[in-house]
């Protein structure tokens, strides 16, 4: 079946713009997870989705970042007024609900801040 | 900090031979999981092993977790060009375990 779908592949733009990604998860995956990963380094935890609702938003790393989830599938991740540090992979995951499922990642949104 | 740290950092040999990387980790955990990452792509999951489990294996793969060291293993056995990727540890703490903590990851290198 089909995988976790991200878009776009590649974002590049200028400092100060708002920009929004988006994930489509694994069709019956309740849970949701966003990751970022800069060059060369592992994966930061950004927000978790079950359902419809974040019980966990600690990773968002500032007030300009949020994202959300509806009819328990698509999500969005938005960034608002974005900065140079801002550049990296922003990569979405999804798994069915429990403590013992594997997470199935989409090939993530490469976002260039110029 | 990063709750897991592997090593080494970048790891190269030759295709046959057996690669291992490990992981330590500093808090308590619910499962201990293993990623690899191809260039550009997202993350593959590759074992899982729960906190009361000390070893797992899948085909070319060994786990070992040892809980009182904080530390896992990932052996891959006669390794192949394939094979060639960076590894990823990643901790699912016991309160919150639905979210992972990644390690910095090792970069494995498999010769032909």
């Known amino acids: 079946g089909a995988g976790v779908s991200q878009s776009p592949s590649n974002k590049v733009t200028e400092k100060g713009k708002d920009v929004e990604l988006r994930c489509d998860p694994i069709?019956?995956?309740?849970?949701l997870y966003w990751y970022r990963q800069r060059l060369g380094q592992g994966l930061e935890f950004l927000i978790y989705f079950q359902g419809n609702s974040a019980p966990d938003k600690s990773g968002l790393p500032s007030d300009r970042f949020s994202a959300e989830r509806t009819g328990e599938s698509v999500s969005t991740l938005t960034i608002q007024r974005t900065q140079q540090e801002d550049s990296a992979v922003y990569l979405c995951?999804?798994?069915?609900?429990?403590?013992?499922?594997?997470?199935?990642f989409g090939d993530g949104t490469r976002l260039s801040i110029l | 900090s990063q709750q897991g740290e592997e090593d080494p950092q970048a790891l190269s040999i030759q295709e046959g031979e057996n690669a291992t990387m490990n992981c330590s980790y500093k808090t308590s955990i619910n499962n201990l999981q293993w990623y690899r990452q191809n260039s550009g792509r997202g993350l593959v999951h590759l074992i899982l092993?729960?906190?009361?489990?000390r070893e797992k294996h899948s085909g070319r793969l060994r786990v070992t977790l040892d809980t009182s060291k904080k530390s896992s293993s990932l052996l891959i056995t006669a390794s192949r060009a394939a094979d060639t990727a960076s590894y990823f540890c990643?901790?699912?703490?016991?309160?919150?375990?639905?979210?992972?903590?990644f390690g910095q990851g090792t970069r494995l290198t498999i010769n032909p």
């Open positions: 995951a999804s798994s069915l609900s429990g403590y013992y499922q594997p997470q199935h």
């Open positions: 069709s019956g995956h309740t849970a």
């Open positions: 092993i729960r906190s009361n489990e």
């Open positions: 990643a901790t699912a703490l016991i309160q919150g375990a639905q979210k992972l903590v």
